[in-house]
């Protein structure tokens, strides 16, 4: 078994779900008593986050370097990024360490292409829907079309992220938001959801949706059991 680096932090809401997720993944396919070997550095997201909103990426970066290369010191065989926006720094991260970096958009995009589907709704950061490191990975990497919320919309998503689910608010009114926006996305076109913040899936729900949701927690933290678990 493979060691997994694990970068969270952001926020440790959904870290906590990437290391329940893992470990329950390890024990169910390994069975007994089996746990996943894995190591964790976790940043303050209060540091992040200011870095973020202030268009400060350049110092974000450094940031996200050195905390996958003290992974990589500390025994991990790759790194997993647990969280969707960080994602932006994900090539530069790459050239300083000398093992591999699972990248989340790629193991999305595999799920929705064994689903049959082309056509998906992004939600996320407003960084994650509007940048093109992300939303141009989809796209022009594994040939999907992209559909995002309206600018109001994203102000919405963007805000319930930031001021409600990294600091653990999940609330009924909120999630009513999030099903009006998923049903105007599949209206428009949209055969299944991303469920691009590492956050939304401690919100939204299937039965929240039309379509198929595609929960980046979950299949991220099983992509990197599998590569573990890999020869």
């Not at 530069?92 to 709704?121: C, E, F, N, W, Y």
């Not at 691009?196 to 099983?222: R, W």
Request: glycine fraction near 8%; charge should be negative; include cysteine.
């Amino acid at each position: 078994m493979k060691t997994i680096g694990l970068i969270g932090g952001m926020s440790w809401e959904s870290s906590i779900e990437y290391y329940r997720i893992i470990n329950e993944v390890v024990r169910d396919q390994l069975g007994g008593v089996h746990s996943a070997k894995s190591l964790m550095y976790s940043v303050d997201f209060a540091e992040i986050e200011l870095l973020q909103h202030q268009n400060r990426w350049e110092e974000a970066t450094r940031m996200m370097v050195d905390a996958a290369q003290r992974v990589e010191r500390g025994g991990a065989d790759f790194v997993v990024i647990c969280t969707n926006t960080m994602h932006k720094m994900a090539a530069d991260m790459q050239k300083s360490m000398g093992i591999p970096l699972l990248h989340i958009a790629d193991a999305t995009a595999d799920r929705v292409r064994s689903a049959g589907l082309r056509t998906v709704g992004l939600l996320g950061t407003k960084f994650t829907m509007e940048q093109d490191f992300y939303r141009g990975r989809l796209v022009e990497k594994h040939g999907l079309n992209v559909l995002v919320p309206d600018e109001t919309e994203r102000e919405v998503v963007h805000r319930v992220i930031y001021d409600e689910l990294v600091v653990g608010k999940i609330l009924p009114e909120s999630r009513e938001k999030f099903a009006r926006i998923i049903a105007e996305l599949a209206a428009r076109g949209a055969e299944g959801i991303i469920l691009g913040c590492t956050e939304i899936g401690l919100l939204v729900k299937p039965e929240d949706s039309p379509v198929p949701l595609f929960d980046t927690t979950q299949i991220h933290a099983e992509a990197a059991v599998e590569f573990a678990l890999s020869e």
